[in-house]
């Protein structure tokens, strides 16, 4: 019984009497009540009537997740909380991750990458990567036949676990792929990735993508279910914060001038002046990543914003000073600060680059919160983009959002109502002319945050991918 309301830890599982590798992730049950005070008036109603009727069809089945990491990475952290609703509900949800050895990994990166249309490391997806894939998957699957009942519903995410497709169907579970990566007009490194994977996915008896334009030509329509990712709002990166909490956050970690509580971590900052409390803020927060484009940020902040308005701009990123294992991070970090040190110094003195603390989740988290409440504008200029949750986020805490029209932020914006979006990210001149929109006009940028919070409420909680998994899953029984 997994009922272990501890939602941190894992446990390894007993198959067929001995110790195997994959792993159990033990989950609280969170009741949805909590959604009550949070959503639309009609809307509790509907997703307890939903709930009632789900338990019912749910009744003697368990619902299996299967996954590669418990911890750490957008998927896990999404899960989590979902599948602590699914049990709070009365689903019997539950979590394992699958193990492999470092060549596994290699080719289920190079296959993420290549979903994504990048190269990656470039290395070939032939018979001889096929053959490891399966051969830890094969491995895998034998331990989840053992704990996998008929009748069951069996939801695989992501490459990693699309081998296991046609042995968990001869268990006679019902079994759903679920494709968290996706790109808005496939290339040609792309479809090598659905090619490798397609002789699996075509036997699921459902595939799950996040937009429409993500899924691959070959799949059969009538399969395929459209659910896009959601945000927990009761986590620590999204929950409510007062004023008070969020200035001394920023105090105490040395993001704005001032005494905060002593305890945080400090963030790593390249800038001339800490901010004070009174500087309206235009924040982009994103890994140091080139499709997030830090570059393109600053400089578009620099040329088209700072000389006209008294705004500052933050770009806040993981501190991949910390971490050995992100050395592409580093290099997209050393290219921003280098930048930073040729700026004009009126310009420079306007820009801060932050490193945030990576060594607790929970902090990192309460801080990327406190940065979000605390922006006049927030940005994402990324130029590629899954879904992108840092819009979510910040559209949830009521802020005017200026992002790219690309992957799931153009489901997220509508233009004009909920933020605004920038047909062409590359333009800097039209990203600084949408920041200075809403810096000039503070009355137009709280009517976009508010439009932009009720947006999240009624489309991107984790109580809508619980209905829609819900109806999913009624479709297949
Ligand atoms: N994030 C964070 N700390 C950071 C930078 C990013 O917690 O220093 C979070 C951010 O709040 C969001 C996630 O990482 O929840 C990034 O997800 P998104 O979909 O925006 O982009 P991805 O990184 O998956 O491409």
Not at 86 to 98: F, K, P, S, T, Y
Not at 365 to 382: E, F, G, M, T
Not at 390 to 405: G, P, Y
């Amino acid at each position: 019984m997994l009922a272990v309301p501890d939602p941190g830890r894992a446990r390894r599982v007993r198959a067929g009497g001995v110790d195997v590798t994959l792993e159990l992730v033990t989950l609280g049950a969170t009741p949805t009540t909590s959604f009550d005070g949070v959503l639309a008036p009609a809307q509790p109603e509907a997703l307890h009537a939903a709930e009632r009727l789900g338990r019912e069809k749910l009744a003697g089945r368990r619902v299996w997740n299967v996954n590669s990491t418990a911890q750490g990475g957008g998927v896990a952290e999404m899960l989590r909380p979902l599948l602590g609703y699914a049990r709070g509900v009365g689903v019997d949800a539950r979590w394992a991750v699958i193990e492999g050895e470092p060549a596994f990994f290699a080719v289920t990166k190079r296959l993420h990458n290549r979903l994504h249309g990048m190269v990656g490391d470039g290395g070939p997806l032939g018979e001889a990567e096929r053959a490891i894939y399966e051969r830890a998957l094969a491995r895998n699957g034998e331990e989840l036949a053992e704990l996998v009942a008929p009748g069951d519903i069996v939801m695989l995410h992501d490459p990693q676990t699309a081998g296991l497709i046609p042995r968990l169907r001869e268990c006679g579970a019902k079994v759903v792929w679920r494709c968290h990566v996706g790109l808005d007009v496939p290339n040609e490194l792309a479809r090598e990735a659905w090619w490798f994977l397609e002789p699996y996915v075509l036997r699921a008896e459902a595939y799950v993508f996040s937009r429409a334009a993500f899924v691959w030509d070959e799949l059969d329509p009538a399969r395929r279910a459209i659910i896009a990712p959601s945000i927990d709002v009761f986590a620590p990166k999204n929950r409510e914060l007062a004023t008070h909490r969020v200035q001394q956050i920023l105090a105490a970690t040395g993001l704005r001038a001032g005494r905060g509580e002593p305890g945080w971590r400090p963030v790593k900052l390249l800038e001339d002046q800490p901010l004070t409390r009174d500087d309206r803020v235009v924040l982009q927060v994103s890994r140091w990543d080139s499709l997030k484009d830090p570059v393109g940020v600053i400089q578009g902040f620099a040329e088209h914003v700072a000389g006209r308005s008294d705004a500052h701009l933050v770009y806040a990123g993981p501190d991949v000073t910390a971490v050995a294992d992100d050395p592409e991070g580093a290099t997209v970090h050393a290219h921003a600060c280098e930048l930073w040190r040729r700026l004009p110094p009126a310009a420079r003195a306007r820009v801060h680059l932050a490193l945030l603390p990576m060594a607790d989740a929970t902090e990192n988290a309460l801080i990327v919160n406190a940065l979000q409440r605390s922006a006049d504008v927030v940005v994402q200029k990324s130029l590629a983009e899954g879904f992108g949750l840092t819009v979510a986020e910040a559209m949830w805490k009521r802020r005017a959002v200026v992002a790219s029209r690309i992957g799931g932020i153009q489901d997220q914006v509508e233009h004009g109502v909920s933020g605004l979006l920038l047909d062409d990210p590359r333009a800097l001149d039209a990203f600084g002319a949408a920041v200075l929109e809403l810096l000039d006009d503070p009355q137009r940028a709280h009517a976009l945050g508010e439009a932009a919070h009720e947006r999240v409420r009624d489309r991107y909680l984790g109580t809508h991918s619980l209905l829609d998994y819900l109806a999913l899953f009624e479709r297949l029984l």
